[in-house]
């Protein structure tokens, strides 16, 4: 079993659609989590850090963690074109090593 | 956020050759790290180079397929030994700024593709 499953897509949706990026993993002692988002020939970039549970908005992303499910989610509000990339799960117990989802494409239509 | 220059972006390599990965950071960083992205398949973490020691390698992965130098705090190379098309492959060279004690910084990857 992978430590972090993660849907690959691909996930097509309107501009302007309420988008929902989930990744579920098996390790209970995952306390840090993060989402990166990478456009294509590019390297990813660090999107939301969230630490133990709960939510954390930033602009119109919001990340949550359910640490009893064992299942964080990244929602994107009013989607744009230019929010078309691979959105990829990371997270870690000790913040020595991440393990990362497989990455989900998104693309998000004009 | 610091930023790093990963060269080259991309090389086409025959097979039984190596070769070699540079990672240049803007800033003075202590821990860089080497990750293998291929197709459909999630970041994996090739090995750990710190400044002044021996770089630790994850399972699966040896020094003497991917030799790693860290000469310095802003400087790194993987260099990939006798490659296959097995090794085709995205690289990325990552850092955790010191500033920012959670997540990674990345760069913009090598896509190297053996033939």
């Known amino acids: 079993q992978k430590e972090v499953e993660q849907d690959p897509g691909p996930l097509s949706v309107p501009e302007g659609a309420i988008v929902s990026l989930n990744c579920t993993y098996s390790?209970?002692?995952?306390?840090?989590f993060m989402w990166y988002r990478q456009y294509s020939r590019k390297g990813p970039e660090l999107l939301m850090y969230?630490?133990?549970?709960g939510n954390k908005e930033d602009g119109r992303f919001t990340a949550q963690v359910d640490k009893s499910s064992k299942y964080i989610s990244l929602f994107i509000r009013d989607s744009q074109p230019s929010d078309s990339a691979t959105y990829l799960c990371?997270?870690?117990?000790?913040?020595?090593?991440?393990?990362f989802g497989s990455g989900t494409k998104l693309n998000v239509k004009p | 956020s610091a930023v790093i220059s990963q060269k080259p972006s991309r090389d086409i390599c025959q097979r039984g050759t190596s070769l070699t990965i540079q990672c240049q950071v803007d800033?003075?960083?202590?821990?860089m790290f080497w990750y293998r992205q291929q197709p459909g398949q999630s970041l994996t973490l090739i090995a750990t180079?710190?400044?002044?020691?021996?770089?630790?390698?994850e399972s699966g992965f040896v020094i003497d397929k991917f030799p790693i130098s860290r000469p310095n705090l802003t400087f790194s190379t993987l260099t990939v030994s006798n490659m296959s098309p097995e090794d085709s492959s995205i690289y990325l060279c990552?850092?955790?700024?010191?500033?920012?004690?959670?997540?990674?910084?990345f760069g913009s990857g090598t896509r190297l593709t053996v033939v």
């Open positions: 180079a710190n400044q002044g020691s021996e770089a630790t390698y």
């Open positions: 390790n209970s002692a995952f306390q840090y």
């Open positions: 969230t630490y133990s549970s």
């Open positions: 800033s003075q960083v202590t821990m």
């Open positions: 990371a997270m870690s117990a000790n913040f020595n090593k991440f393990y």
């Open positions: 990552s850092v955790t700024p010191n500033d920012r004690v959670y997540g990674y910084t």
